[in-house]
C-alpha cells in the first residue's frame, strides 16, 4: 500500500460548519518598566475553530509566548480582545488548560497525585472512586503504568511531559494550550510524544493552540499553521492532511513538500526582511 492510500484512509477534519471557540480581536500588547516599553504584539487577530488544532510557528522573541499568556489569562492585553465561547476571558480558568516546556509538576506528589490534582481542579463532582479510575485512565493512556507511583524527580524528561499532558487532559477542559511542550525532549522521544497529543486531542475534540518554533511539528499536528513574524501574524497556512497523522507517511508526499517549503520562506522572511533593512542603512 502506498503512502497516498494509507492516509487516505482517514478523512481531512471539516471545520466548516463549526462555531469560533476562541476569537483574538485585534490584541495588542507592551512590556512596560520604569524606564521604557516595549510592543510584543501589535493589532493581531485570529479566529480558532471549535475543535481546531493550530500551531503558532515563529522564531524566538516573536511574541509566541506572550500570545498564549493572553490566552491563558495570565498576560492581559493592552488593546483589543479575547473571546471564548463569545465571552471575554476574565484570567485564568479551568476551561483552559496549559503545558510548557519546562515541567511544571508538583514535585512532592507522585504521578498519579498530580494527574489527580488535575481531576481535582477540573470542578466535576466525581467519587474519589471515579477520580482514581479517570486518573489510571489518564496514565493509561499517556503510557505511564508501572510509574503512577513515582515521585516527578523519578522521572525522566520525556516521562514527565507525558504526565504534564496527561494532567492538563484531567482538566477535561475543551481548551488545551501548549507553549514548546516537547522542546527539551530528544527527537524520538518529541515524534512519540506529538504522536501522542495529536491522537489525543483528536479522540477528546479538544481545540488546541501549540506554540512551537519547528516546522515538521507543525505539519504533523496542525490543522492551521499561523506563522509569526515578530509582534504580528505574518500567514497563515492549512495543512490538509487526515488526524491523527504519522510522520512516515507524511514526508515524501508532495503536498508536504510543498508545505514545508512555504513554510521556510515564510518562517526566514522577517530574518530576510532585516537583514535587507540592514544592507540599506
Ligand atoms: P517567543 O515566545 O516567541 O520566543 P515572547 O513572547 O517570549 O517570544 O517574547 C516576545 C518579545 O517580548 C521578545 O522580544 C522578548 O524579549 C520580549 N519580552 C518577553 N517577556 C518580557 C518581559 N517580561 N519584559 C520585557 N520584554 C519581554
Ligand atoms: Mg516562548
Excluded at 193 to 207: F, G, P, R
Aim: aromatic share 6%; charged share 30%.
Amino acid at each position: 500500500m502506498d503512502k497516498e492510500q494509507k492516509m487516505n484512509e482517514n478523512t481531512v477534519r471539516d471545520l466548516s460548519g463549526k462555531p469560533n471557540k476562541i476569537e483574538i480581536k485585534d490584541v495588542s500588547f507592551d512590556y512596560v518598566d520604569q524606564r521604557s516599553k516595549f510592543s510584543a504584539l501589535d493589532h493581531v487577530s485570529l479566529d480558532i475553530k471549535e475543535g481546531e488544532f493550530i500551531c503558532i510557528l515563529g522564531s524566538s522573541g516573536c511574541g509566541k509566548s506572550t500570545l498564549l499568556g493572553l490566552l491563558n489569562g495570565l498576560n492581559k492585553a493592552k488593546a483589543g480582545k479575547i473571546l471564548v465561547d463569545g465571552k471575554p476571558i476574565k484570567g485564568p480558568g479551568p476551561d483552559r488548560a496549559v503545558v510548557f516546556q519546562q515541567y511544571s509538576l508538583f514535585p512532592w506528589l507522585t504521578v498519579k497525585g498530580n494527574i489527580l490534582f488535575g481531576i481535582k481542579q477540573s470542578g466535576r463532582k466525581y467519587t474519589k472512586a471515579e477520580r482514581e479510575e479517570l486518573a489510571d485512565e489518564y496514565i493509561r493512556k499517556v503510557g505511564l503504568v508501572g510509574a503512577a507511583s513515582r515521585y516527578p524527580s523519578q522521572l525522566s524528561g520525556g516521562m514527565k511531559q507525558r504526565v504534564a499532558v496527561a494532567r492538563a487532559l484531567a482538566l477535561e477542559s475543551d481548551i488545551l494550550l501548549l507553549d514548546e511542550p516537547f522542546g527539551a525532549i530528544d527527537p524520538k522521544l518529541r515524534l512519540e510524544l506529538q504522536e501522542l497529543v495529536s491522537t489525543l486531542c483528536t479522540e477528546n475534540h479538544k481545540t488546541v493552540v501549540f506554540v512551537t518554533h519547528d516546522i515538521d511539528e507543525a505539519i504533523l499536528l496542525a490543522d492551521r499553521i499561523v506563522v509569526m513574524e515578530p509582534g504580528r501574524i505574518r500567514t497563515i497556512l492549512p495543512v490538509p492532511f487526515p488526524h491523527p497523522r504519522k510522520r512516515d507517511y507524511l514526508i515524501g508526499t508532495d503536498g508536504y513538500e510543498i508545505l514545508h517549503r512555504k513554510l521556510i520562506a515564510s518562517f526566514y522572511a522577517h530574518v530576510e526582511d532585516s537583514i535587507d533593512a540592514e544592507v540599506a542603512l
